[in-house]
């Protein structure tokens, strides 16, 4: 086989795949970029609507070669495969250390209405979330820990911005996201569903071990976790069934957030799956 011919850096695809790196080009072009091999195949794999969510894939020769059955899949499903140098790859995935792979994928957020329909059992509440990696790891956690789904308030960072979308490394694909939801919104839904409101907070009156010891996280819950530096306002506390803290054993002042988070959500499916079996339904 010849060499495959390379699309030019200044072609109209490569231009219109280029801005959306901008927010306000991804909202008008319910766009977003996603750059990497996981998150292409499984791109790939997700639908929304009945129509694939990828678009179009760039990939330099070599990466489409070393991740042939990723390009054939793609393909499979009529997605565009175009060929680009590496200078085109990093301009695109804007990393680093390219791995030679960039999706252009439709917007997949699901309407909060559709999140409480579902009649979940456990969900990651993202207020005042400004850390687009925070985010993305958050969101990862959230689907490795079985969550049914993952809100983040109209205060948070946008769900695309191109690091959420990497540190999720894929699992903004997995589970139901719900954006720009007002957090009292969210707290109401939730709770008429049915689900006990959690915020975690490092100053929380209640401690996550005795919470677990005393048997009352087997139900469905959410946890509301804040922003990085400030946590969570008294309003939104206000609003929460319990303010509970992750209990420091040791000499550390406080835990990030995606870490908490991780410990938080954890406990909760250990707990209901302990309650009985409710997170049996859930996606892994």
């Known amino acids: ?32 970029i996603a750059e990497g091999p996981q998150a ?19 990939a330099t020769p070599e990466a489409a070669e070393r991740h042939a059955g990723i390009v054939a899949a793609a393909r ?23 791995q030679g792979l960039v999706g252009v994928c439709r917007f997949l957020d699901s309407p909060f209405e559709e999140i409480l329909a579902a009649r979940p059992k456990l969900v990651a509440v993202l207020a005042n979330v400004r850390d687009p990696g925070n985010a993305g790891t958050v969101l990862r956690c959230a689907d490795a820990a079985g ?11 946008d769900l695309y911005n191109p690091k959420s979308v990497r540190a999720s490394v894929g699992s903004i694909f ?20 049915g689900v006990r409101i959690l915020a975690a907070d490092g100053a929380g009156a209640d401690d996550l071990d005795a919470e677990l010891d005393a048997g009352t ?13 400030w946590g969570l306002p008294e309003e939104t506390r206000a609003l929460a069934d319990a303010v509970v803290r992750v209990p420091i054993h040791g000499k550390a002042e406080s835990l990030n957030l995606a870490t908490a988070a991780a410990v938080c959500l954890y406990a909760s499916a250990r707990a209901q799956r302990t309650a009985g079996g409710c997170r049996s339904g859930a996606a892994g």
């Open 147 to 157: 969550a049914d789904a993952v809100v983040l308030t109209d205060a948070s960072v």
């Open 174 to 193: 997995h589970l139901p996201v719900a954006v720009g939801v007002p957090v009292e919104r969210v707290v109401a839904g939730l709770k008429g569903v």
């Open 40 to 58: 292409v195949r499984e791109a790939v794999r997700h639908s929304g609507d009945g129509e694939p969510t990828l678009i179009e894939v760039f």
């Open 217 to 229: 996280m087997g139900g469905p819950s959410a946890w509301v976790f804040g922003n990085e530096a």
């Open 76 to 98: 499979a499903a009529g997605v565009r495969v175009l060929f680009a140098d590496d200078d085109t790859i990093a301009d695109l995935s804007q990393t680093v250390t390219p």
């Open 1 to 32: 086989m010849g060499t495959p011919e390379l699309i030019s850096p200044r072609s109209a695809r490569v231009a219109a795949a280029r801005r959306l790196a901008r927010r306000n080009f991804r909202g008008k072009e319910r766009r977003f």
